[in-house]
């Protein structure tokens, strides 16, 4: 094992001290040298760093009112930056001061970007760099692509054809699409072309049951790391989450997060707060995948959405957050989608909803693809940024006292034909979908593998599509959701992992939901423990074999046979959104109104109903112990807790149904202060 030794000799200058020179010994710090990887398209001239804690306090001096620079601070790593003609050097996550506290014991405040002459090799770059002993990770930057092919575009929908197809079924909701999402609802005997092809009855995630008991909650956030989300869409506006304090796209940072005017999400490719759904190289990919979770229930338009409510019931669906990787030609560096990641969960996301990855590692070269990392150790290596990123999702979003403790990270697993999904949604943490085509069998383009979790609906052109013609009236059994064209709403069918994973992401966002109306409290771990285990098996329809036009659009292609029994045990087992529902009833524990924390003389409010079943429709009584301390009140389900002076004590809640729950308040000057600088 290698390791680095470093002496740090400091000026009093630099520390603000007097002007006569003071030498300080920096303790010895011996570490392994981090691993340097240079992978296939690296960005020239741009590494991204990461510090030991002991070096936290010196880049604070540094960076104490500002975020970027173009030197350190560190003078070993200075002089280096010096040899690089490094021009910038930057925090890679800007400050947050209501999540500072947690993002520094993460240690995500010691990731820094640095920009240096592109004519210096970057493998020479890492290696003096890696040298430091102050230095314990260093990665490449590198733009991410759309693991979906931008040039294939989706079928625009005839919506004269749902209202006829609708007229012939009993559904649950009104909305005319309904009756072609055969993902939500399979009940066979739709006609996909194909005479060797077949839709088998419940080949669905199983909303039919599901919408009996819950059609969603607007408390449960899915971030959506895709292109952005069309934000006025007609089918989609009253569920995108609204960040209530920003003004739409403007230059001014509001709430202090750190981003401008973010209203409904972020734009990470562009930098900016303006979510962009109509570039001419946009393909409605992400309102495509932010219908399925999302779309309005029971308006009387377009298409239903897994969690998306009941509009004619006044029962609001779950929120959609764009955060925005790819628009247009524009696509987002591994540091931007890191800080996407963790914006979503600082931001109050509990679903990372993600349509993309690197390719599979056996995705064929021949095909055009260029194959991917080949395991978690090789993937964590490569991004540790990243797979930092995605740890603080998992542990940060939700919250101990909400509805779950943690984030629910949802992959796409590819669609190279590969038998090894695709990372990062390979990664063990994460719940990595597969797709299936309407009669239980694997979709002919999905990877797969061990790695599957889950498999969902994600439609199947190349075994449903007619050989040869480009389906202007069918949809090749394919996925319908809401869409964008031209720059004007519109619905329309896609295929691939890509629409498959969002059902799963559907699916979550309706159990949190749930539990939510249950008012259970989840850790995140426990629910994609329930997720994954309340599927079905779908390996008994993998015994023969399909037909396949690959690329079947073209003229004259000839049918692939596929063998399915290459895929028993390597597409997990079918979401069911029902059977989820009915685990969630006797999950996790009763929700508890969480402590106060208050400082004298100002006000905390807490909205009881969230933490007490049919909360809304309760009275509330509450008393402190000790009103020289904090008192209380109650207005219609709020709680006001009022700071008096320092100290503790406890408030009693009892509710008109005979619940009773005890908080402990703690009454101190700066409580809403962090302290962190």
């Not at 570039?279 to 309005?296: C, F, K, L, P, Q």
């Not at 013609?469 to 069918?474: H, I, K, S």
Request: glycine residues 10%; hydrophobic residues 35%; negative net charge.
């Amino acid at each position: 094992m290698k390791k680095n030794s470093l002496y740090i000799t400091l000026l009093g200058l630099a520390l603000g001290a007097c002007s006569d020179e003071v030498t300080m010994l920096q303790p010895e710090l011996e570490q392994e040298r981090p691993e340097v990887n240079v992978p296939i398209e690296a960005m020239e001239g741009e590494l991204l760093i990461k510090f030991v804690p002991e070096m936290s306090d010196l880049l604070d001096q540094t960076f104490k009112s500002r975020t970027r620079g173009s030197r350190s601070g560190i003078p070993s790593t200075d002089e280096i930056l010096e040899i690089l003609g490094a021009y910038e050097f930057e925090r890679v996550f800007p400050v947050d001061a209501r999540n500072e506290e947690r993002t520094r014991e993460a240690g995500m405040h010691l990731w820094y970007l640095v920009k240096f002459d592109k004519n210096v090799d970057l493998k020479v770059a890492m290696e003096k760099l890696s040298q430091l002993g102050e230095i314990s990770k260093i990665q490449c930057n590198r733009t991410l692509h759309k693991a979906f092919n931008p040039v294939k575009r989706p079928l625009v929908a005839e919506t004269a054809d749902f209202v006829k197809a609708y007229r012939s079924m009993d559904l649950p909701f009104n909305d005319p699409g309904l009756s072609k999402q055969w993902g939500y609802i399979n009940r066979g005997g739709y006609d996909f072309e194909q005479e060797w092809a077949t839709s088998i009855p419940g080949c669905d995630v199983g909303c039919e049951e599901a919408w009996k008991k819950c059609t969603g909650d607007p408390s449960v956030i899915v971030a959506v790391m895709d292109e952005g989300v069309m934000v006025d869409h007609p089918d989609l506006v009253d569920n995108i989450w609204v960040n209530e304090t920003e003004i739409y796209g403007s230059d001014e940072d509001a709430d202090g997060n750190g981003y401008k005017g973010d209203r409904y999400g972020y734009n990470f490719a562009t930098n900016r707060g303006y979510i962009s759904a109509a570039g001419s190289n946009d393909t409605g990919h992400g309102t495509h995948v932010a219908g399925t979770i999302a779309a309005v229930n029971n308006n009387g338009i377009g298409v239903s959405g897994i969690a998306g409510g009941d509009k004619a019931k006044g029962e609001k669906g779950v929120k959609i957050m764009s955060c925005q990787i790819f628009d247009d030609n524009h696509l987002a560096t591994l540091a931007l989608e890191a800080k996407a990641i963790k914006y979503a969960a600082d931001n109050g996301a509990v679903v990372l909803q993600c349509s993309w990855g690197y390719n599979s590692a056996l995705a064929n070269s021949i095909m055009g693809f260029t194959p991917g990392p080949a395991s978690e150790k090789e993937w964590a290596a490569q991004y540790p940024l990243e797979k930092e990123a995605f740890e603080y999702f998992l542990h940060n979003a939700g919250s101990p006292n909400g509805v779950i403790d943690g984030g629910v990270v949802v992959f796409a697993a590819g669609n190279e034909y590969a038998a090894m999904p695709a990372y990062p949604g390979a990664y063990s943490k994460f719940v990595c979908v597969g797709a299936l085509s309407a009669d239980y069998t694997p979709a002919t383009y999905t990877d797969y593998g061990v790695e599957v979790d889950l498999s969902a609906p994600g439609g199947d052109g190349d075994y449903y599509g007619t050989p040869g013609a480009d389906e202007p009236n069918g949809n090749g059994g394919m996925i319908l959701s809401t869409l964008i064209r031209e720059g004007k709403p519109t619905y329309g069918f896609y295929e691939g992992t890509s629409m498959a994973c969002p059902h799963v992401s559907g699916v979550a966002a309706l159990g949190i939901s749930y539990a939510a109306k249950l008012r259970r409290h989840l850790k995140a771990e426990e629910f994609v423990q329930m997720l994954v285990a309340s599927s079905e098996e779908i390996d008994s329809y993998f015994n023969q074999y399909k037909k396949s036009h690959y690329n079947h659009t073209s003229p004259g292609t000839l049918p692939t046979i596929v063998d399915l029994n290459a895929y028993k045990g390597k597409m997990g087992r079918i979401s069911k959104v029902d059977k989820l529902l009915a685990s969630i009833e006797n999950a996790g524990t009763e929700m508890k109104v969480p402590n106060v924390y208050v400082s004298p003389e100002k006000t905390v409010k807490i909205d009881l109903a969230r933490y007490f079943v049919g909360g809304e429709t309760l009275t509330y009584t509450c008393k402190s112990a000790d009103e020289s301390v904090a008192g209380v009140s109650v207005e219609a389900t709020q709680m006001v807790v009022k700071g008096v002076k320092n100290g503790h004590t406890t408030i009693h809640i009892q509710t008109s149904a005979g619940k009773n729950q005890t908080v402990t308040v703690t009454v101190r000057d700066n409580a809403n202060d962090n302290g962190w600088m």
